[in-house]
């Protein structure tokens, strides 16, 4: 059989890209790239420092607001036992009118019973954000792909494949093309969302999935997505479907 | 995930055609150049003259690759630095890249590698500012290294032989 003129060049192309196992891979943890001491660190709940978000998160979730309205725990439980670890593993969700995270979703829960409101990554919220994810750890993140989410999930990748910033690159350049590479002494990852919110060593704070990407943006010296913008909850979206299939970890331990 | 690969075929392919229509398309035409921003051209994959005609001075090129809040090349190269406690391994390593490239050839991968290979991740030292997407205010209108530190290092550079 006679190969078409094109297709040696097709190959060369195809053969010039990055290693293939990077592109065509299977989601991986975090986990498996970072130091076997930082894995250590957050296998072991005395250690890891994301379990004292947790604990805060817990205290939140039981705590009664001033004047009317109730506690989290009045309708979900003191250990949060009546939520449903397998629809939280489903975040973020879309619910008729757009995407909602988990934060989101417990923000509208707590105005809805009586609380003040918070913005967007106000400490308390990320705790319980923490709090509520954990309950989830071991589940399996299963973000919906379908339906109303397979456009948002177009633009969310659109936005992961574009260049930021004076450093200039994409999320993919890394986390697609060079995973297990590394970056000064870093490893680098395939950018997953299981394990957010994680503990960073880095900064030494617990940071959710939205603001990790904020950090990666000012990192390349670009101007992050406001928060609750579209872009930023779009590239959520998508980071956390490719973690499809991954075991939640929350709260992880991350460089 | 597994659909990457086709969707980046598609996607070199489209920014191939895009290219080789028109550059204009990514310039943001309203955006002014610095003043002080030196044109160079590209001749057979090479800038043979050095950037705003400057001289380039090989010791502070070689602090320059090392220095994390400058160059920064040893986040992604491996250099012939003794002492240095990690390299990222990113980047193809430089040692004696000095005898592998011209100088010329050097300057262009150091200035703005895609105009080589589109797709790579390495930052464009002296790309044309308006190029940047979404630069932080800090950094706007700005190149990476200015001329003079992209000459330094090019000076060290053609040294590794």
Redesign the interface.
Known sequence: MKLPGILPL?LS??LA?PA?DT?????RSGYDYIKQSTRDMQDDDFENPGLLTVEQGRQLFNKVPEGQGKSCAACHGTDAEELDVTHIARYPVHDGNGLVTLQKQISRCRENSGNNSLPTNHAELVALETFVRNRAAGETVNVQTDGPMAALLEKG?QLY?????????SCQ??H???PG?????QN?SQGMGNGFPAYRLDIGEITNLHQRIQQC??LM???PFAADSEEINLMGLYIMS?SNGLKIETPAVRY | MKQTRNNLTSQILLMLLVLSISPAITIAAEQALPADYCQWDVTDYAIAQPLCGLAGDDARGREIVTDSGSGNCLACHQLPIPDVEAYGTIGPPLTAIGARLTEGQIRLRVVDTRKINPMSIMPGFYRDPRLIHRPDKRYAGRTFLNAQQVEDVIAYLVTLK
């Open positions: 097709l192309v195809l890209l293939a592109l065509a891979a299977e989601p990748e494949r574009l260049r930021y910033g004076l450093i200039d690159m350049h890394c697609d093309f060079y590479q590394r970056i000064r002494g680098i943006l000012t010296r670009a101007e490719r």
